[in-house]
């Protein structure tokens, strides 16, 4: 499956954005897809995960009350909805399709190309 991010930007701190990563492929569905990120001079990190069916979702402590994923298989789409971001948050921010035992454990099948998210304080 091929992935394509979107919807990064700058925004202020307490702000809101929404990030979309559009796939092409016929087995999108049966991927677990999540997101992930990278800030400057620190290693990728784990934001959030959707279930293939968008019923069961997981997130980063650092995130949780904050963000919200969610998927539509129709049009082969994940997003990520992020209120209050704060400016730890800002990265590039990735989709991923792969497989995920929900509790920690994700491993990509595929990776979608970077999306740049700055919030300013």
């Known amino acids: 499956v091929q992935l394509q991010a979107s919807g990064g930007g700058l925004v202020q701190a307490g702000g809101s954005l929404r990030l979309s990563c559009a796939a092409s492929?016929?087995?999108?569905?049966?991927?677990?897809m999540g997101w992930f990120r990278q800030a400057p001079e620190k290693e990728r990190e784990f934001v959030a995960a959707v279930s293939w069916s968008g019923s069961g979702t997981y997130y980063a402590d650092s995130v949780k009350g904050r963000f919200t994923i969610s998927r539509d298989n129709a049009k082969t789409t994940v997003y990520l909805q992020m209120n209050t971001l704060k400016p730890e948050d800002t990265a590039v921010y990735y989709c991923a399709a792969g497989i995920s035992d929900f509790a920690g454990s994700f491993d990509v099948a595929s990776w979608g190309q970077g999306t740049l998210v700055t919030v300013s304080s």
């Open positions: 492929g016929s087995t999108f569905s049966s991927y677990v």
